[in-house]
T-cell receptor
Framework: SQTIHQWPATLVQPVGSPLSLECTVEGTSNPNLYWYRQAAGRGLQLLFYSVGIGQISSEVPQNLSASRPQDRQFILSSKKLLLSDSGFYLC????????????FGDGTRLSIL | AQTVTQSQPEMSVQEAETVTLSCTYDTSESDYYLFWYKQPPSRQMILVIRQEAYKQQNATENRFSVNFQKAAKSFSLKISDSQLGDAAMYFCALETSGSRLTFGEGTQLTVNP
């Protein structure tokens, strides 16, 4: 069966520090991968999605970037974090070329001090 | 652009009773999918139910059912025989071409014993 892993679960970082959040999917090949951010008490906002290695689409211009160095690995990064980057970050996947629902990881709670 | 509106920030229901959560959406596309996701305090995003726009029949999953009114662009969720474990934030979401999910702002459901 397919599983999705996100880490870390919780992260506290100072303003101006770098960021790297990782997401991996097991049990499938060439998944579509997504990064979402959820501000406190709000809905999810799509940040990036990828349909293949090295293919990244950005939905919202911001301080963050995404990379897909391997088929089932999706990384969210920042060179210098801002206070506004605080939030809950969720990774999701779905089978390629399908209409199946997206499946979400457990998320990372990011606090910027 | 797609929009999803959940006009009820909070709802409450007595255990064993029925509650309906409202959702309206807007899209210019004719082919799309609608979802309800549940987010308990653990922050996991759990798929509750899915509706294909081309299907007139309302989707049902055990105690969860939807009232899909395509002309009115309305997609409400009915929870029957509410249980304490149903307490969560519920998000309505719209997916159009390109696999982009647009979420509403959520409805916090409280279940009273």
């Amino acid at each position: 069966s397919q599983t999705i892993h996100q880490w870390p679960a919780t992260l506290v970082q100072p303003v101006g520090s770098p960021l790297s959040l990782e997401c991996t999917v097991e049990g499938t090949s060439n998944p579509n991968l997504y990064w979402y951010r959820q501000a406190a008490g709000r809905g999810l906002q799509l940040l990036f999605y990828s349909v293949g290695i090295g293919q990244i689409s950005s939905e919202v211009p911001q301080n963050l970037s995404a990379s897909r160095p391997q088929d089932r690995q999706f990384i969210l990064s920042s060179k210098k974090l801002l206070l506004s980057d605080s939030g809950f970050y969720l990774c999701a996947w779905r089978p390629p070329g399908s209409n199946q629902p997206q499946h979400f990881g457990d998320g990372t709670r990011l606090s910027i001090l | 652009a797609q929009t999803v509106t959940q006009s009820q920030p909070e709802m409450s229901v007595q255990e064993a009773e029925t509650v309906t959560l409202s959702c309206t959406y807007d899209t210019s596309e004719s082919d799309y999918y609608l979802f309800w996701y549940k987010q308990p305090p653990s922050r996991q995003m759990i798929l509750v139910i899915r509706q294909e726009a081309y299907k007139q029949q309302n989707a049902t999953e055990n105690r969860f059912s939807v009232n899909f009114q395509k002309a009115a662009k309305s997609f409400s969720l009915k929870i029957s025989d509410s249980q304490l474990g149903d307490a969560a934030m519920y998000f309505c979401a719209l997916e159009t071409s390109g696999s982009r999910l647009t979420f509403g702002e959520g409805t916090q459901l409280t279940v009273n014993p």
